[in-house]
C-alpha cells in the first residue's frame, strides 16, 4: 500500500519537476515518473510507460533552447496536486507563452499521472482565418 505523504511534500516533488524543464534534460525529468506513468496533453493522445513518454517529451525538450515552466498556483489534497502554470518555450523557431492547468498523481515520491489542459490553438497560435 502506497505511504501516505503530506501535501507539502507532493507539491514540492511537482515544484522541483517544474524547474526540471529548465535544465532541459530529459532523463532528469524522467526520473520524476514512475515506471507506469501516464502523460497525457488533453488535446493529444495519452503516452503510457517510460519510453512514450520519453518519446512524448523528446518532441519539444531539447529543441528548445530555454523553457520555464512559471508556477501561478499550486493546491493538493492527499496524492493529488493542481499546477496553474505559464509554459514558457520555442517551438519550431517561434516563442509559445501558454497558459497550463497541471494535475498530477503522486506514488510513493514520483508521478504516476501527470495531466495538461491548455487551448491547443493558443499553442499553434493564430490562423489566417478569412
Not at 526520473?31 to 488535446?43: L, M, R, S, W
Request: aromatic share 10%; charged share 25%.
Amino acid at each position: 500500500m502506497p505511504q501516505e505523504v503530506s501535501n507539502e511534500k507532493n507539491e514540492e516533488i511537482v515544484r522541483r519537476f517544474c524547474e526540471a524543464f529548465s535544465r532541459r534534460d530529459v532523463d532528469e525529468i524522467i526520473g520524476f515518473f514512475t515506471e507506469d506513468a501516464v502523460y497525457h496533453n488533453i488535446p493529444l493522445p495519452a503516452a503510457a510507460g517510460l519510453d512514450a513518454i520519453r518519446a512524448s517529451l523528446s518532441a519539444f525538450v531539447p529543441a528548445s533552447p530555454e523553457i520555464e515552466f512559471e508556477v501561478v498556483h499550486m493546491a493538493s489534497s492527499g496524492a493529488v496536486v493542481f499546477a496553474e502554470r505559464v509554459d514558457r518555450m520555442t517551438f519550431n523557431g517561434k516563442a509559445v507563452e501558454l497558459p497550463v492547468t497541471g494535475v498530477f498523481e503522486i506514488e510513493d515520491g514520483r508521478i504516476r499521472a501527470w495531466r495538461d489542459y491548455f487551448d491547443m490553438q493558443m499553442f499553434l497560435g493564430p490562423t489566417d482565418a478569412g
